[in-house]
């Protein structure tokens, strides 16, 4: 596998499992506060930030191999 390619897959597995983990926080641990309860919504909140966060990590990781990808095609 290519250096390049090695590390859009980190970034793909990283990022993946940020959003998973997010969006269990959200669906799995929120729902088992009471309503209205502070806790409910903390969790809920760190659930969706960390999900965000791990499309947020996809996202720099396409990002930086597009860079590269023009870097090489230019030299």
């Known amino acids: 596998m290519t250096p390049?390619?090695?590390?859009?897959a980190r970034n793909w597995l990283?990022?993946?499992?940020?959003?998973?983990?997010?969006?269990a926080v959200n669906r799995l641990l929120a729902p088992?506060?009471?309503?209205?309860?502070?806790?409910?919504?903390?969790?809920?909140?760190t659930g969706q930030?960390?999900?965000?966060?791990?499309?947020?990590?996809i996202m720099l990781g396409i990002r930086a191999r597009v860079r590269r990808a023009q870097v090489s095609a230019l030299t």
């Open 14 to 23: 990283t990022g993946l499992a940020l959003a998973c983990v997010g969006v």
């Open 49 to 57: 930030l960390v999900a965000l966060a791990g499309l947020l990590v």
């Open 4 to 8: 390049a390619l090695r590390a859009s």
């Open 32 to 45: 088992a506060f009471p309503p209205g309860s502070p806790h409910r919504s903390f969790s809920a909140l």
